[in-house]
């Protein structure tokens, strides 16, 4: 089942005793605890609604409060989160969890209680019992980074409900600006909902005067520049990042970051790997390899080699030395133009 179908389900109060939600969308975990929670009136909240986090309660606190029937109302919710017991994590902890004992409830669980098991992970430990009994007899959401279509898909919806239209160049520029995150793009929405005012209308230009441009993305940008051999506009470019507060480590390791993806994106691509199957191999937004795949066709896989081990090489130095950062990126930007001319 995915999030929409959930939603609609309890919208409709077709619910099950026992639901898990797992994946790491943290907007579309926010639209599922806000639709049950309006199941509960607000006047019975205080009493059939508990909430639990598995880092710092145990587990058994949690099932005790779901084998008991609601006060004064239809049905008791309980929210369990941060489930790291259902994962392969091997995470040390003071707290002991009752795993049986949710393995029991599991196969005969309170009717009228909802049990939410909110799962911020990209899969359980299919080896574990209490994870085949969860999937055999809960209700099991996909909850999945969403991808560029479905970002845009949900931002429309939004802006019906509010009523607002938006260029198609100014919804692609927004997507763009903000790397199709929705909990970003939804925040910038709503200062451009106000912006459209009464012509109820967002424009291409309202996003560029009003969305500023993520750190990764410019990072993103300053790639092209660095792979195209312009020194003097990377160079520029740098400087920019830097009059805007941002840390040189910050930077070079976003750098860093960036290429080791194209790099590994490259390789899969040529293995066959198509969108899909690389985000889900590397774990990684489908948008930033939606980004990657566009940018290595342009590139070679020796060249940015070389800009990875150059950038690798001025991280260890500024951990470990007191070298100037911004001479460092001086130098390995004419490292790596000498290397273009050698033919190296």
């Known amino acids: ?16 005793p026992v639901n898990i939600i797992l994946g790491e969308e943290q907007y579309q975990i926010q639209r599922i605890r806000q639709a049950y929670l309006d199941l509960i009136p607000d006047e019975e909240r205080e009493f059939n609604v508990g909430q639990y986090d598995m880092e710092t309660v145990p587990l058994s606190t949690a099932l005790d409060d779901a084998m008991s029937v609601p006060f004064f109302g239809e049905y ?40 939410v098991i909110i799962a911020p992970y990209p899969k359980l430990d299919e080896r574990k019992k209490v994870v085949k009994l969860l999937k055999q007899n809960g209700n099991v959401v996909d909850n999945h980074l969403m991808t560029e279509k479905e970002v845009q898909t949900e931002l429309i919806h939004v802006l019906k409900r509010k009523k607002v239209e938006i260029e198609p160049q100014a919804l692609q520029l927004l997507l763009e ?10 925040n910038e929405l709503q200062k451009l909902i106000i912006a459209a005012g009464e012509e109820r ?15 990764e993305q410019n990072v993103f940008d300053l790639i092209d520049l660095v792979m195209k051999h312009n020194g003097a506009a990377a160079l520029k470019m740098y400087h920019e990042l830097l009059d805007q507060q941002e840390e040189p480590l910050k930077i070079n390791a976003i750098l860093l970051g960036n290429f080791r993806l194209l790099l590994q994106v490259k390789v899969l691509h040529k293995h066959g790997y198509a969108q899909g199957n690389i985000a889900g191999t590397l774990k990684v937004h489908p948008y930033r390899v939606k980004l990657a795949l566009r940018k290595i066709k342009r590139f070679s896989l020796g060249d940015l080699r070389k800009a990875y081990l ?24 004419l490292k790596f133009n000498q290397n273009k ?3 190296n």
């Not at 903000?178 to 970003?184: A, D, L, N, R, W």
């Not at 950038?311 to 390995?332: I, P, R, V």
């Open 76 to 115: 008791r919710l309980v929210m369990v989160t941060n489930p790291y017991f259902l994962t392969g994590e091997n995470k040390k902890s003071k707290i002991e969890h009752d795993v049986n004992g949710l393995i029991n409830y599991i196969q005969d669980p309170q009717p009228t209680t909802i049990l």
């Open 1 to 16: 089942m995915n999030v929409n179908e959930l939603i609609l389900n309890i919208k409709e109060r077709k619910v099950n």
């Open 310 to 333: 150059g950038l690798l090489e001025n991280e260890e130095k500024m951990k470990s030395t007191s070298q100037d950062s911004e001479l460092l990126f001086q130098m390995f930007l």
């Open 341 to 343: 001319k050698a033919g």
């Open 201 to 215: 209308l967002i424009t291409a230009e309202y996003v560029k005067q009003l969305v500023a441009t993520s750190l």
């Open 177 to 186: 600006k903000t790397g199709s995150k929705i909990e970003i793009a939804i």
